[in-house]
């Protein structure tokens, strides 16, 4: 059953909130710094970090703050000031991969949970006319295919980690995952699958922006970046292209919280969760986990039981 | 190809042509018997720019207002290989020895629906290959061979600042041909036929040539000289929607002063890290030497590499001069604003406004040179 998003319509009330929260938590040192979105140069939320009580002021709260902000703390891992953040029900998967990967320490954490209902796609926004989109962004009614894939899927309104929740929780429908995407892939044969393949991939440019914005691409050096063993050639011939990719999908196999921001910052518009589906709906089938991109404590690729019934087949 | 980097007013017409929109696909197929030739076109749904190959997924697509990446492959391809090796052992003396190949040379290329300011880029790219104390024989094999034909913006989107660089929508700078769409520049513009105007011996040559002749580049009619000259002119006065918002850029003084700024810091915040900027611009050349080696023979290729990537000034030992985000993304703006500057009197940018519209997180060189202005030092 899929989930029918909404805009919440109180993200003023929110925003004003999470200002306020902000602006206290850096006056009073609890945090040195607060991650948040401002407003971008084209009105859209780019990630921001406030520093001052001051610059709290500038932190913004509606429709497009879309994208994630966990990975930024991966650039903070050195000293032990305590860092805010602000996440959403899916922004918190996000920061609970990098917790549950043992990336970033807990204890340095304030987390400030905004329980939402739906983000717009801001690419999808930008394509609107003016009067359109104005429209949209102020009152609605809002066509579906506006908000963000992960969206039309979520079953986590509210945030899996906070400290402090700006706004009462909402109600939890929870549905098992569908994976309409892969069914494509599935009935290719090999020939046709790496056919298509190879030509997604001769498209991308290596710009490693689907990476750094994945948070569970989260390695102290990712094996992409080595030069010894050189993983991955530096030439961007169909080969390497590949590899790339396969690379990283099987990296983040098991431990992908479905969020599509590899393919929201995709400047060549590769539709890479496709595979990231593929893995995620094996999962289930293989191992019986309904909601696979949830971070857990105990994962299917991420542990080992002595009672493996697999264990047979290898001695 | 201008050796000079002085900006030269245009130049006058050496041919003048007319194509009809219906009739570009025949020209280019025309222009292919000859050379190879890279166009704008709509690959998996995104404007590219590309070679042209037949078979391969893509259809021309002259009026996209930019494709994500830039021409600049198509004379600094992503990968280059420089040299062929193979292990051998010298007949005379018994010892090892190494046999080098070197590549092939550069085929004759058209870049066709080259956009202004791109073209222009390449004038920049000139500049750091070709002048100086060091040639690159590399490039400059491709540039020498490379005719560049380039369609002047009917619409300039909200992205474009070119003319904060002095550059235009119209701009001739080293475009051998410039494709003026016949009903002059507007939103929906979507020309019937282009005039097609030769700037330079190459580009008359690529207009009259019997290739382009057959292929429906013909005369304009007589009468239509004043409509000509006012097309030209509307294009070159267009204006460009996020130039209004930044105005002319000449921020190089005051850079100097900011390289300890704190606002680094504050740009760094914002900064994935990733090259999207780098890669699709048209002006970011820097690249790395790698080889490519297995079982006595290998390739030494050079590939695209980004200032934004951690690794990039790694050296062997390990010890990274720029080891924080701050130093990468300070770089990137430092050098397009005001290295560059001081070492070739220009700034490296032509407002295509590619890092604005791709850019996942919205930091880009508009914003940044107009956020220096404000800044105390």
């Known amino acids: ?315 | 190809m201008s050796t000079s980097l002085a900006s030269g007013a245009p130049t006058a017409p050496k041919a003048v042509r007319l194509v009809r929109a219906a009739d570009l696909g025949r020209w280019l197929d025309a222009l292919s018997a000859g050379s190879r030739v890279w166009a704008p076109q709509s690959v998996g749904g995104r404007p590219r720019y590309r070679e042209l190959t037949p078979g391969r997924e893509g259809r021309l697509d002259l009026e996209a207002v930019r494709t994500v990446d830039s021409p600049k492959a198509a004379l600094l391809p992503q990968t280059e290989p420089l040299l062929a090796y193979r292990r051998a052992k010298d007949p005379g003396t018994g010892r090892p020895s190494l046999d080098l190949t070197p590549v092939p040379p550069a085929e004759p290329v058209v870049l066709f629906g080259v956009r202004p300011c791109d073209a222009a880029a390449v004038e920049l790219l000139d500049g750091v290959f070709l002048t100086g104390d060091f040639v690159d024989e590399h490039y400059k094999a491709r540039r020498e061979k490379s005719v560049i034909v380039t369609v002047a913006c009917s619409a300039p989107d909200r992205a474009c600042f070119c003319t904060s660089f002095g550059l235009s929508p119209g701009s001739t700078r080293e475009a051998d041909v410039v494709l003026y769409g016949r009903s002059g520049p507007g939103p929906k513009a979507e020309p019937d036929a282009y005039y097609c105007v030769a700037y330079s011996d190459r580009g008359e040559a690529l207009l009259t040539s019997e290739a382009s002749r057959s292929a429906g580049v013909v005369e304009p009619p007589a009468d239509e000289g004043q409509k000509l000259e006012d097309t030209v002119a509307a294009f070159r006065n267009l204006p460009t929607p996020l130039a209004e918002r930044v105005g002319r850029v000449d921020v190089v003084d005051k850079l100097d002063g900011l390289f300890e700024s704190p606002y680094w810091e504050k740009v760094a915040a914002r900064c994935l890290g990733c090259g999207t900027c780098t890669f699709v611009c048209p002006t970011c050349f820097c690249f790395g030497v790698a080889d490519c080696a297995a079982g006595g023979r290998g390739v030494r290729f050079r590939y695209w590499d980004s200032c934004k990537f951690p690794h990039f000034l790694r050296m062997a030992g390990g010890h990274d001069p720029r080891p924080h985000k701050k130093h990468r993304t300070r770089q990137r703006f430092m050098h397009k604003l005001n290295y560059h500057y001081h070492r070739y009197g220009r700034y490296l940018c032509v407002g295509c406004g590619r890092c604005v519209e791709s850019c996942p997180v919205g930091l880009h060189l508009p914003q940044v040179a107009d956020e220096v202005r404000g800044l105390e030092g």
Not at chain 1, 164 to 172: A, C, D, Q, R
Not at chain 1, 207 to 221: G, I, K, Q
Not at chain 1, 262 to 290: A, H, Q, W, Y
Not at chain 1, 306 to 313: A, F, K, N, Q, V
């Open chain 1, 1 to 315: 059953m899929p989930n029918n998003p909404t805009l919440d319509k109180n993200m003023t009330e929110t925003e004003t909130a999470l200002r306020r929260e902000a602006a206290r938590l850096l006056s009073q040192g609890e945090v040195a710094v607060f991650l948040g979105h401002e407003e971008g140069w084209d009105g859209v939320p780019v990630p921001f970090a406030a520093s001052t009580a001051a610059e709290a002021g500038r932190l913004v709260w509606n429709p497009l703050s879309a994208p994630h902000l966990a990975k930024y703390l991966l650039d903070r891992l050195e000293g032990d000031e305590k860092v805010g953040i602000v996440v959403n029900g899916c922004g918190s998967l996000a920061l609970d991969r990098i917790l549950k990967d043992r990336r970033f320490p807990r204890e340095r954490l304030h987390v400030v949970g905004i329980p939402c209902s739906g983000m717009l796609d801001p690419a999808r926004v930008a394509a609107l006319s003016d009067e359109e989109r104005e429209r949209v962004l102020k009152d609605g009614p809002v066509d579906p295919g506006l908000f963000l894939d992960r969206c039309s899927w979520c079953d986590v309104p509210n945030p899996v980690v906070s400290d402090t929740l700006l706004s009462e929780p909402l109600p939890v429908v929870r549905h098992r995952p569908e994976y309409p995407r892969v069914a494509e892939l599935e009935a290719m044969d090999r020939e046709e699958r790496a056919e298509y393949l190879r030509g997604l991939y001769e498209r991308c440019i290596r710009c490693f922006a689907c990476r750094n914005v994945c948070p569970a691409c989260n390695c102290r050096e990712c094996c992409l970046d080595q030069w010894e063993p050189l993983w991955l050639g530096r030439a961007t011939s169909p080969a390497e292209q590949q590899m790339f990719h396969f690379i990283r999908a099987f990296d983040v196999a098991g431990r992908c919280i479905r969020c599509g921001e590899c393919e929201r910052v995709c400047s060549v518009g590769l539709p890479l969760m496709e595979l990231n589906d593929k893995f995620l709906k094996d999962i289930t089938e293989l191992f019986g986990v309904e909601r696979p991109h949830i971070p857990a404590d105990v994962e299917p690729l991420g542990c080992f039981e002595p009672g493996d019934p697999d264990l047979e087949d290898h001695g």
